[in-house]
């Protein structure tokens, strides 16, 4: 009794040790969506990715001090940044490129320094994050690391402009058209007889004739005549 009590007990405590939601696989890919970009970014460079994996940082064994996309070294920043284009940055590990990791990355262009959020208890990402790797600083602000900044910033900018021109060209193409479209109205209006007194007789025409006229002629004639 006493043997199967423990093996129960046992059971029980190795059912209620939490398992990791996902394995550790390495970084396949990391998009970028949000702010101004019309379509998200996709990083898949294993080349670049291999720089930005989910397992490190604190809590975890390797305590480094730049991984992610974050610089740790310098702590959590005090004041939240203000004024910033944010944008949402999702790490996809296999299988199926899921996403495991989520965090915000905020920059001026004009500011060299930018920035990264851990999604806190009340965030939309809290959840996910945790089940992936508790850091034990959620719900803070970091300094970006730089060698996320020298990768993300010339690819949103890049994707941003290339955004910002095709709007332009579709605004150019869309009063092409309707130039145009007034243009047309305008000829028709300029060609349309009828806006223009035209009865659909010459103006040099002789007037119509009746019988009024008829007589006053032969009188005239007549009156030669004598």
Request: charged letters at 20%; hydrophobic letters at 40%.
């Given at each position: ?49 291999a ?14 001090r ?41 920059f ?39 060698a ?79």
């Amino acid at each position: 009794m006493r043997m199967s009590l423990a093996v129960l007990l046992n059971s029980l405590l190795i059912l209620s040790i939490p398992t990791p939601l996902v394995a550790k696989g390495k970084t396949v890919k990391i998009t970028i969506k949000g702010a101004d970009l019309k379509t998200p970014i996709a990083i898949t460079d294993r080349k670049i990715l291999a720089n930005f994996q989910v397992w490190t940082g604190p809590g975890t064994s390797t305590a480094d001090r730049q991984s992610l996309i974050i610089d740790w070294s310098q702590g959590p920043v005090r004041t939240a940044p203000e004024f910033l284009r944010r944008y949402q940055v999702s790490f996809h590990t296999d299988p199926n490129e899921q996403i495991v990791y989520v965090v915000y990355y905020a920059f001026s262009p004009g500011a060299e320094q930018g920035y990264v959020y851990l999604p806190g208890d009340s965030d939309e990402w809290a959840r996910l994050n945790v089940g992936t790797i508790f850091h034990g600083v959620e719900g803070n602000w970091f300094r970006a690391w730089s060698a996320w900044e020298r990768v993300a910033r010339p690819l949103i900018e890049k994707a941003e402009l290339t955004d910002s021109n095709q709007a332009r060209q579709l605004l150019v193409r869309r009063e092409t058209v309707h130039m145009t479209g007034q243009l047309s109205r305008q000829i028709s209006l300029v060609r349309d007889p009828r806006l223009n007194g035209f009865n659909g007789r010459a103006q040099s025409s002789p007037p119509s004739f009746t019988p009024y006229r008829e007589r006053a002629s032969v009188k005239a004639l007549a009156f030669t005549r004598h």
